[in-house]
Structure formats: C-alpha cells, structure tokens
C-alpha cells in the first residue's frame, strides 16, 4: 500500500443506523481498512437489527459501542472518548431518523450524542424509501446540515428494498470511497466555490405547453461531476431534467430562465468560478395564458415572445465578477465564428462551442468541444461526456491559475 494513500492511520468513526442497506457497512470497513484507516463502529438500536455488532467487530477488529446507557463504557466517559478519537465521523446508511437528530441538535442516543460532542468533519451517506427522501422534511434538514458543514455521500437512485424505484438508495461502497479519498486528498479545485447551469429551461405557453430545448443537461451534471471530483465546492443549478444529483453537488432546481437567472445572482457571492453550461431558453411567451389554450380549426395561434435576461452576460459584468467565467456555445454551422464571437461581446475567459444538430450532442452520452480563450484553443474529441468533462475541468483549472497567479 502507498504511503501516500490519504487514509492511511486515519480514524474513521463509523455509524450505522436502521436501514436494511446497513449490510453494505461490512464491506465498507473492510475496505476502509484496506486503505490503511483505523476504523471504530457505533450503531444505533435500529442498526442492530439489520447487522449484529459481532459482524462489525469481526470486520473492524475493534469493540463496537451500541448502548449509550453502558455503565462500564459511560463510566469511563465512553461517548467523549470516541468523540475525540475520530478523524472523521462517517454515517452510513444514514436514516431520515439520523438525520432529523442531527439537524435538531438531538443527543437521545450513542450516534447523537457523539456527533454533537466531537468536533471532527461529518459525512452522511442517506438511505431510505424515495418518499421519505423527497419529503419536504427531510430535504430541509438535510439543508440545515449542508449549512452546517456536513457533507453528503448521495443517494444514489435505482431500485429499492421497498420494490419502488428512485432517489434513495446508499451510495455504492467504491463511490463512498472516492469521494472520501477526494476529501482527504484535495483535488487542484479544494476550496474553490463553482457555479455551474445546466439542462434546458421550459418557458410557459399555458398551464400545459411550453417552449423548451433538446438539451439533456448530461454535460452540465457531468461537469458537476467533474468539478467536485476535482475538490470544488459545487453549486448546481439545473433546468428540468430527470438525471441523478452527482455526489457532493448542491444542486438548485429551476424551471425558467428568469428563475435561472435569479438563483444564478443569489449564489454568486464569492463565487471563483462560473460554468453556464445550460441551454437557456433566448425567448419566452410574453403573456403567458392562465388557462389552457383550446384549438380553433380555423384559427392559427400566434404568441408575442419576449428576451429572456441574459445570464452569461450578467455574470461577466456583475459586481464581484467571479474570476473565470466560462460559457458554452452550441451551433449548428460555423462553430469556430460564432464562438470567438460569443467570447468577445460576453467578456468571457473560456468559451466551449459543440456542434449540434443530426444526432449530434443533445441527449447524447458522448461529445466533442471546440475551446476557446484569449490566445488559446483547443480541441477535445469525441468521448463519454464524463471524459470530455474532466478534460475540461483540467484545462478550465490551468486557465484559472493562470489568471490568478498574474
């Protein structure tokens, strides 16, 4: 095993609560310990049910704490103990129940109660029926959680125990572990806050039809991807689209491109970096119908649009201007002009241009970019957008060293 590894000797303190994912915890310390970290397990009574304590200990090699009420564990201040010995506290699974106690402040149990003594990183990986995970609820005091520096491993989204399907299911154990490594081992963005738009913008016709794009937003989530890979603070606001929230993304839900906009200018402060990958709709109906439209045989319908606000543009030249803007050009003929041209009147400091069009780029899992700066250009061929991403990523985080160390 490499020195270098990032786990290697850390204390990794690991909760497990009362979700039938918690089987995946074994494999989870076992790995853990592979890559040289020192892993400790307290469960909760629900926990217990699913996995004994005499399996994570087996794995672990170390006692498993369960009972806050133990008076030989608590004599010696047990809770405390454990506490201060982790590196980082790890939850996984972790259940809306966990997570309500954690966003409450509660201490009822071992978990809680340690959780709110330590004073190490915490990451939650949240597994739960899909239901419970969407509700109003729990989504605020996972908010509550984000604000407070708890970071978050998933879900994931697929098939359930439940025999559902959708957003909930604990992040499998080889993504904890990247993302993990990714934490331990800042990437060449740590600590660098990232804005990035994606997916198309619906404008409404009438309570039912709208104006829209092609776009999928799988190069913006893919760069979302990308980014917090990288070790970036990653703020994701996307169009309507049915994709997965890539792990570690805060992700903002619109569905205009006024409402895009106004989320844009809310996050912007102190933003180091803005990636507006989304096809944002350049018009929208004027005046919107309250009601359903009805057809007239003999009637055409004719709709008055309206500018929609420019988003790029009002990012390049707002107050505290992030320091790299990087917009995205999708064409249909001569890429190279319009996207220089593009580059120039917006103020950008990076523009990537695609070819659209015949099958190409919207709703596809591969792309090709033209890239653009002052000077520069470079070209990267057709791949998974994920590859294309990170190649991105790359150039986009030498662009903005670059800049910065003027």
Same mark, same amino acid.
């Given at each position: 095993?490499?020195?270098?590894?990032?786990?290697?000797?850390?204390?990794?303190?690991?909760?497990?609560?009362?979700?039938?994912?918690?089987?995946?915890?074994?494999?989870?310390?076992?790995?853990?310990?592979?890559?040289?970290?020192?892993?400790?397990?307290?469960?909760?009574?629900?926990?217990?049910?699913?996995?004994?304590?005499?399996?994570?200990?087996?794995?672990?090699?170390?006692?498993?704490?369960?009972?806050?009420?133990?008076?030989?564990?608590?004599?010696?201040?047990?809770?405390?103990?454990?506490?201060?010995?982790?590196?980082?506290?790890?939850?996984?699974?972790?259940?809306?129940?966990?997570?309500?106690?954690?966003?409450?402040?509660?201490?009822?149990?071992?978990?809680?109660?340690?959780?709110?003594?330590?004073?190490?990183?915490?990451?939650?990986?949240?597994?739960?029926?899909?239901?419970?995970?969407?509700?109003?609820?729990?989504?605020?005091?996972?908010?509550?959680?984000?604000?407070?520096?708890?970071?978050?491993?998933?879900?994931?989204?697929?098939?359930?125990?439940?025999?559902?399907?959708?957003?909930?299911?604990?992040?499998?154990?080889?993504?904890?572990?990247?993302?993990?490594?990714?934490?331990?081992?800042?990437?060449?963005?740590?600590?660098?806050?990232?804005?990035?738009?994606?997916?198309?913008?619906?404008?409404? !016709?009438?309570? @039912?039809?709208?104006?829209?794009? /092609?776009?999928?937003?799988?190069? %913006? =989530? *893919?760069?979302?991807?990308?980014? +917090?890979?990288?070790?970036?603070?990653?703020?994701?606001?996307?169009?309507?689209?049915?994709?997965?929230?890539?792990?570690?993304?805060?992700?903002?839900?619109?569905?205009?491109?006024?409402?895009?906009?106004?989320?844009?200018?809310?996050?912007?402060?102190?933003?180091?970096?803005?990636?507006?990958?989304?096809?944002?709709?350049?018009?929208?109906?004027?005046?919107?119908?309250?009601?359903?439209?009805?057809?007239?045989?003999?009637?055409?319908?004719?709709?008055?649009?309206?500018?929609?606000?420019?988003? !790029?543009?009002? @990012?390049?030249?707002?107050?505290? /201007?992030?320091?790299?803007?990087? %917009? =995205? *050009?999708?064409?249909?003929?001569? +890429?190279?002009?319009?996207?220089?041209?593009?580059?120039?009147?917006?103020?950008?400091?990076?523009?990537?241009?695609?070819?659209?069009?015949?099958?190409?780029?919207?709703?596809?899992?591969?792309?090709?970019?033209?890239?653009?700066?002052?000077?520069?250009?470079?070209?990267?061929?057709?791949?998974?957008?994920?590859?294309?991403?990170?190649?991105?990523?790359?150039?986009?985080?030498?662009?903005?060293?670059?800049?910065?160390?003027?």
């Amino acid at each position: 095993m490499s020195e270098n590894n990032a786990l290697q000797n850390k204390h990794i303190l690991l909760g497990v609560t009362g979700s039938i994912a918690a089987y995946k915890a074994a494999d989870l310390v076992r790995r853990l310990k592979e890559l040289g970290a020192e892993v400790r397990v307290m469960m909760s009574q629900g926990g217990t049910q699913f996995i004994t304590p005499l399996t994570m200990q087996t794995v672990s090699g170390n006692p498993v704490s369960v009972n806050f009420f133990d008076a030989d564990e608590e004599a010696a201040m047990g809770h405390i103990k454990l506490a201060r010995w982790a590196d980082w506290i790890l939850i996984a699974p972790a259940t809306a129940d966990c997570l309500a106690k954690l966003a409450h402040g509660h201490a009822d149990d071992l978990i809680s109660t340690v959780c709110l003594a330590s004073e190490a990183p915490i990451m939650v990986a949240p597994a739960m029926n899909n239901k419970m995970w969407s509700h109003i609820a729990t989504q605020h005091n996972c908010q509550l959680l984000k604000q407070r520096g708890v970071e978050f491993i998933g879900p994931e989204s697929g098939d359930q125990a439940c025999g559902e399907q959708g957003e909930g299911r604990l992040m499998a154990v080889d993504n904890m572990l990247t993302f993990l490594l990714a934490k331990l081992q800042p990437g060449p963005m740590a600590g660098k806050k990232v804005i990035i738009t994606a997916g198309p913008t619906h404008e409404p !016709i009438d309570p @039912v039809r709208f104006i829209a794009n /092609r776009s999928s937003g799988k190069m %913006g =989530f *893919a760069l979302a991807q990308a980014s +917090v890979d990288a070790g970036a603070d990653v703020t994701l606001i996307s169009g309507p689209v049915t994709m997965s929230t890539p792990t570690g993304v805060n992700r903002v839900n619109v569905e205009t491109a006024q409402q895009m906009y106004d989320a844009v200018m809310q996050h912007l402060t102190q933003t180091n970096i803005f990636i507006g990958c989304a096809a944002v709709a350049d018009y929208r109906p004027a005046t919107p119908a309250k009601t359903k439209l009805k057809k007239s045989a003999d009637v055409d319908l004719s709709l008055q649009l309206e500018l929609n606000p420019d988003i !790029i543009s009002a @990012v390049a030249n707002a107050d505290g /201007r992030p320091d790299l803007v990087v %917009g =995205f *050009a999708a064409e249909t003929d001569d +890429v190279e002009h319009y996207a220089q041209q593009k580059l120039q009147q917006k103020r950008l400091d990076i523009i990537a241009a695609n070819r659209v069009g015949d099958g190409l780029a919207f709703s596809q899992d591969n792309n090709a970019l033209e890239v653009f700066w002052e000077s520069g250009h470079k070209s990267l061929t057709n791949a998974p957008k994920l590859d294309i991403a990170r190649e991105l990523i790359t150039l986009i985080t030498e662009r903005y060293h670059a800049k910065n160390s003027i």
